[in-house]
C-alpha cells in the first residue's frame, strides 16, 4: 500500500513493523499525523498517541538495544517510541541546534553521532552516555585525522569503542578514557559497512568487495574476490557465509 503524502522518514519498530513520522515544511507549523506501517499486512494505521513534535528534514532514528526507537529531530527535539504499547516519552535532545544522519549504540548503551550545525556552532562528535540524561561534545576527537561531517559512520569495535575510517586513515576512540588512536586505512577503500563476525574480528564492506580487519593488530585482509560488491552485506545466521544486496541478493560461501 503507498505511503501517505506526509510521511517523511521510516523508522524499524523491535516488532517489525515501521514507525513512518511525517514532517513540517519551512515555515509550517502544522503538525503531521505518525503513523505505523505492518509489512504483515500491507496496511498502516495512524497513532492514537501523537509525538507532538513537529519533525524537520534532519531526522534520524535507531532502534535500541532495549527495544524502544530513538527519533530525533533538528536536534532539540527527540522522542523514544515503545513499539509494545505504542507510546511516546521523552528523551534528552542536543543543547544546540544540530543536524546528523546516522546513531550508533555501543554494547554499554552510550550513543554517539557526528552532527552539523544549524546555526553557525563547530561541527562536533556528540555523546550520550549510557544513563546520562545530557549530550556532551567529544574531548580530544582528532579533527585533522577525521575531519567531522553528518555523514560519519562510526562502528562498534571493541567493549567501550567506535571506529570510523576514510580513505586516508581512520581513528578508534574509547568513550571511557576519551582516547583516541589512529588506525590503518584498508586498502580497498573506505568501508560502508561495518559487521563483527566474531570476537575481535569484523568484515568492512569497500568498495573493491569485502574486507576483514583485526583489531589486535590493526590489520586488513581480503576476503572476497574484486567483482564481488554490493550495496549492503549481512551475515547468513547459520552457516556466517556473507550475503550481499546489490539488484540481487549474492551469497559467498566461506
Not at 522522542?79 to 543543547?95: I, L, N, R, Y
Not at 585533522?144 to 586513515?169: H, K, L
Not at 564481488?228 to 545466521?237: S, Y
Amino acid at each position: 500500500e503507498e505511503p501517505p503524502p506526509s510521511v517523511y522518514r521510516s523508522c524499524a519498530l523491535a516488532d517489525g513493523r515501521v514507525l513512518a513520522g511525517g514532517y513540517g515544511a519551512p515555515g509550517d507549523p502544522n503538525l503531521k499525523n505518525e503513523r505505523i506501517y505492518d509489512p504483515a499486512s500491507d496496511s498502516w494505521k495512524e497513532l492514537a498517541d501523537e509525538s507532538g513534535v513537529v519533525w524537520g528534514n534532519g531526522v534520524m532514528c535507531r532502534l535500541l538495544s532495549n527495544g524502544k526507537t530513538l527519533v530525533i529531530s533538528s536536534g532539540t527535539r527527540s522522542k523514544v517510541f515503545d513499539a509494545s504499547t505504542e507510546q511516546w516519552s521523552d528523551f534528552p535532545g542536543f543543547p544546540v541546534e544540530y543536524r546528523g544522519k546516522f546513531l550508533t549504540e555501543l554494547t554499554d548503551g552510550t550513543l554517539v553521532t557526528a552532527v552539523e550545525s544549524a546555526q553557525g556552532n563547530p561541527d562536533e562528535v556528540m555523546i550520550l552516555r549510557a544513563n546520562a540524561t545530557e549530550w556532551e561534545a567529544l574531548a580530544n576527537w582528532p579533527v585533522a585525522d577525521s575531519p567531522i561531517n553528518n555523514y560519519m559512520r562510526f562502528w562498534v569495535c571493541g567493549a567501550s569503542e567506535f571506529c570510523t575510517w576514510g580513505t586516508s586513515g581512520g581513528t578508534k576512540y574509547n568513550a571511557q578514557t576519551n582516547q583516541p588512536v589512529a588506525l590503518q586505512a584498508p586498502r580497498f577503500g573506505a568501508p560502508g559497512a561495518f559487521i563483527e563476525d566474531s570476537s575481535g574480528v569484523y568484515l568492512g564492506l569497500t568498495t573493491r568487495g569485502v574486507a576483514q580487519y583485526t583489531a589486535a593488530t590493526d590489520s586488513w585482509s581480503e576476503v572476497t574476490p574484486r567483482p564481488f560488491g554490493c550495496l549492503a552485506m549481512t551475515l547468513e545466521p547459520v552457516t556466517k557465509d556473507i550475503l550481499c544486496a546489490h539488484n540481487y541478493i549474492s551469497r559467498f560461501e566461506r
